[in-house]
């Protein structure tokens, strides 16, 4: 993965988080913004992840808060992976 891609990739993974979240900067990302930043079509497609242990970040529970969250940075790098590893390559095409 080049450096460059990496970056593009973080640019545009922090601007998906701060779309997702309605603010920039915020340490922890949870609720419908932590699940469809992660790809996920539902919060329960994303509840059977996490009971499996398939979910790509860490997650956990905060004391007297419902749902799951992850620190946003966790999220960003995996979303700047993503993206980055993707960059350049055609779109596969729905069969």
Known sequence: MAGT???TGRA???E???QA???AGLPLV???ALWRLLSYKSAAAFRRSVERGTVPVTTFEL???RGRFAVAGEVERWLAEIIAAN???PN???K
Request: charged share 20%; aromatic share 0%.
């Open 16 to 18: 998906l988080i701060r």
């Open 5 to 7: 891609e990496l970056l």
């Open 87 to 89: 960059t350049g390559k």
């Open 63 to 65: 004391p007297g808060r």
């Open 12 to 14: 545009q993974a922090s």
């Open 30 to 32: 949870g609720g419908t």
């Open 21 to 23: 979240t309605g603010q």
């Open 92 to 94: 596969e095409q729905l």
